[in-house]
C-alpha cells in the first residue's frame, strides 16, 4: 500500500533482513535464503550483506 501511494508499486524492491549478527542459529538464515532466494541477510553493524547490497542498488536504480 505505502509503495503504491507513493507511486512506487511498479518499482523493484530489495528485501534487506538486517541484524543478522544477532542471530546465533544459522538454520534460520538458511531459511530465510530459502523462502526468500532474492533477499539479502545481512548486518549493518559488521558489515556482512552491506556489498551486495549496494550492488544490487546500483543494478535496480534509473540511469541519470
Known amino acids: 500500500k505505502q509503495l503504491a501511494a507513493l507511486g512506487c508499486a511498479d518499482r523493484e524492491t530489495i528485501l534487506f533482513f538486517n541484524k ?8 534460520v538464515i538458511a531459511r530465510l535464503h530459502n523462502r526468500y532466494p532474492r533477499a539479502i541477510v545481512g548486518s549493518a553493524v ?5 556489498d551486495e547490497l549496494k550492488t544490487r542498488i ?3 536504480m534509473p540511469r541519470a
Open 58 to 60: 546500483r543494478e535496480i
Open 20 to 27: 543478522a549478527d544477532r542471530c546465533a542459529d544459522d538454520t
Open 46 to 50: 559488521n558489515g556482512t550483506g552491506c
